[in-house]
């Protein structure tokens, strides 16, 4: 059964930056097909950012160039580096794996 541990979540200034990272455990054998959403309060949760089957990288629109998802399959761990921060941007980011879901990691951008 696949578990998935997000970290890295906090408070910052707008402009700042953050990592999350997602380790994932349990008979997963590549971080290929993990991915990042997010959840503001008082809205549905939405896609971040994935990789792909075949190792690339896909994007949010709206996240592009300032959002980058990496992965390390030796580690089974998924990141998402966070730059220029904006308040909206504030939200619970869930790491997914198919039908796994991590329990979420707040974060939060002060203005």
């Known amino acids: 059964q696949v578990q998935l541990v997000e970290s890295g979540g906090g408070l910052v200034q707008a402009g700042g930056s953050l990592r999350l990272s997602c380790v994932a455990s349990g008979g997963i054998f590549s971080v290929n097909g993990m991915g990042w959403y997010r959840q503001a309060p008082g809205k549905q949760r939405e896609w971040v950012a994935h990789?792909?089957?075949?190792?690339?990288?896909d994007y949010a629109d709206s996240l592009k160039g300032r959002f980058t998802i990496s992965g390390d399959n030796a580690q089974k761990t998924v990141y998402l580096q966070m730059n220029s921060l904006k308040p909206e941007d504030t939200a619970v980011y869930y790491c997914?794996?198919?039908?796994?879901w991590g329990q979420g990691t707040q974060v939060t951008v002060s203005s």
């Open positions: 997914r794996y198919y039908a796994t």
């Open positions: 990789l792909t089957s075949g190792g690339s990288t």
